[in-house]
């Protein structure tokens, strides 16, 4: 009899304990999330009973936040299904709707949150909590106004924000986005700059101020700015993911893949994370590890866009170009970027088919009339059909748009060179070593320049500085004897 009550007591003792570690759980990855520790949040919240509103809500949250949208779509859903009258599942499903730039089923999320938000009261008789969930609710609906292009709703969302709590930088962040979308730089730094003030070293402002650099082609200040934002709050994705592309566009790859590697922890779920650290890879040259993260995205979602780009990318290094071309095949003409173009025009570059090459460049144009990078390798393409004039005319346009590639500069030299324009290709090229003072290349063409105008002395100086760069370059070893005397 004893034995029997004993094990009744141990079981029931199991029971209780049981539940009390489920609503620790509860309770800490609710807090989790409130911090941005959604990875953190998605593990103690796995294993949590989601028997109530509270549970399925902040489980959702966590997916969302960690990329997994469909199963996060699946618990908020879930979390309105235990209680429609309460804001917060309508407002987040509504920044999941955003994501997919379904704005429309956002904004009708959105228009369910406000229902039951107490907004028929002014701050002085809400309580804290309340002040909260309003701002969170309007600034999110600013968010998909923005991503929407009505700039003007979105204002009036954050204005009417303002109402509740002037001091919360999430609104002035909410509004120095919405500026930033207008492409008015100046008030988009002001709120950025305001939220700084209320909140010192708040991630997403300088993420902000990341993004006004950077469409300003101030990319060493974008850069600085991005890598703020990572060191003020380790767990905010964004400032990782874009630090990474940065680092990707100055060609500083291993960089890039470490942050890469951190977003892709942070948001384990998202294609676009894995899709862009096997982008670095592939910059680097690991072409086999880049196609090895792209096939487990492409197994998961074989219509995932980036990914069968990146994998034309990988193909087209690799020179197998009827796999480059099944790839490409699969992303919908809509979805196909300058970069893009830029990319498949290399194949036909590369099979001497110049017009097909030229097709391409030119949608690429089409997309992005001021893209540095299509007018660089239009200038490739011309240049490897000996059509220098016209090179040197899109690597000029490449230089004047402020491409950061310094081999821009050495091609039109070389152009210069063939034009017999000397003195202009010692010019072009001289500021190419201002730039970047280890291309051999640079040193050799300008030398050349230098020889085309008799300016022995130069042209030996240069020829001996390329050999230091490629000792065993009999042509240099032979301009060296003439020039120098040796």
């Known amino acids: 009899m004893f034995t029997k009550y004993l094990l ?81 599942a309508y407002s987040v499903l509504g920044e999941l709707y955003t994501s997919q730039k379904n704005y429309g089923e956002a904004s009708s999320q959105f228009v369910k ?47 009417m924000a303002k109402t509740y709590d002037d001091k919360n930088p999430m609104i002035y962040v909410g509004l120095g986005d919405a500026y930033l979308a207008r492409g008015a730089f100046d008030p988009a730094k002001t709120n950025y700059d305001q939220a700084l003030k209320f909140k010192p070293n708040y991630a997403p402002a300088l993420f902000g101020l990341g993004k006004i650099s950077f469409k300003q082609k101030k990319y060493s200040a974008a850069l600085e700015n991005y890598i703020k934002s ?64 792209l096939s487990d995205v492409l197994a998961i979602d074989p219509a995932y866009s980036e990914a069968n780009k990146y994998a034309a990318y990988v193909m087209i290094e690799k020179k197998d170009y ?57 200038g490739k393409a011309l240049f490897a059909e000996q059509k220098y004039g016209d090179a040197r005319v899109k690597f000029g346009k490449a230089i004047e748009l402020g491409i950061l590639n310094v081999a821009a500069y050495v091609y039109a030299g070389i152009c210069d060179f063939y034009l017999n324009e000397f003195e202009k290709g010692v010019e072009i090229l001289t500021k190419s070593i201002e730039l970047n003072p280890n291309i051999g290349s640079a040193y050799l063409w300008r030398a050349n320049n230098y020889a085309g105008f008799t300016k022995n002395a130069e042209a030996c100086a240069d020829y001996q500085k390329y050999l230091t760069f490629e000792p065993n370059d009999t042509f240099a070893q032979e301009q060296v004897k003439k020039f120098c005397g040796q």
Request: charged letters at 35%; hydrophobic letters at 35%; proline letters at 3%.
């Open 322 to 378: 009827t796999k480059a071309e099944e790839f490409f095949s699969k992303v919908k003409p809509e979805e196909l970027n300058a970069e893009d173009y830029q990319k498949w025009s290399k194949i036909y570059v590369d099979k001497k088919e110049y017009t097909r090459a030229y097709e391409l460049l030119d949608k690429a144009l089409t997309l992005d009339p001021n893209d540095e990078n299509t007018y660089f390798e239009y």
């Open 113 to 159: 949150a406000k229902k039951y938000l107490p907004l028929n009261k002014t701050k002085d008789d809400l309580e804290k909590a309340e002040i909260e969930t309003i701002i969170d609710v309007l600034s999110s609906e600013a968010e998909n106004f923005i991503a929407d292009g009505k700039v003007d709703n979105a204002i009036t969302s954050l204005t």
């Open 230 to 293: 990572s060191e003020a709050d380790n767990n905010f994705a964004p400032a990782f993911f874009e630090k990474g592309l940065m680092f990707y566009l100055l060609d500083k790859f291993t960089d890039a893949i470490e942050a890469f590697e951190r977003y892709d922890v942070l948001v384990p779920g998202s294609p676009r994370g894995k899709t862009y650290l096997a982008k670095a890879r592939y910059g680097k040259g690991e072409y086999d590890d880049a196609m090895t993260i």
């Open 8 to 88: 009744r007591a141990v079981t029931f003792f199991m029971i209780f304990a049981a539940a009390v570690n489920a609503q620790d759980n509860l309770e800490k990855g609710m807090n989790a999330v409130k911090k941005g520790d959604y990875l953190g949040a998605l593990n103690l919240l796995k294993g949590v009973s989601k028997d109530s509103y509270n549970a399925n809500l902040y489980y959702g949250i966590a997916l969302y936040q960690t990329g997994s949208v469909k199963d996060a779509e699946k618990f908020l859903k879930d979390a309105v299904k235990k209680d429609d009258e309460r804001p917060e």
